[in-house]
């Protein structure tokens, strides 16, 4: 297992256009990638099973993990009862560290798309395994719910023009 950490960057600081930035729509159970002032992919995610399990709100990526251990259960990395399956990338929501909430793939893939999490955002571990490397530690996220497109909630955090 891997871990990556990041400085400490600015709190609620927005990204700059063309910078990497992730949305993810709890209305929809949606993910979406930008990055050079484009929507790159749009993917089906798994929140949490209350609406108030899913913190919101504009946050940064601080921890990357591959084949992460879960803590919880003393399951290691790899292993195919690994609820957070092959990639983990967390972010600083609610004064955590990045171990506590972040974007993870599962051995549930049924459960994507669904209201099912105790807080994560769950995905394929593809889908997961293949956003990774272009979501470099320091990128902002934003959770919300909302009825607004991915562009504009995009232009209105200033990842896009």
Known sequence: MTFFLAPLWPLGQN???GDPFVIVNKAKNELAYIN???????VSVGTGKTEDLTPEGLFTITVKAKNPYYRKKNIPGGDPNNPLGARWIGFDAKGTDGR???????NQPDSIGKYVSQGCIRTQNEVVASLF???PLGTKILVTSSNKSFDILAKENGAMK
Request: no cysteine; proline share 15%.
């Open 100 to 106: 506590i909430y972040g974007i993870h793939g599962t």
């Open 133 to 135: 490397p272009f979501i």
């Open 36 to 42: 050079e002032n484009k929507v790159q992919t749009i």
């Open 15 to 17: 990204p700059m256009p």
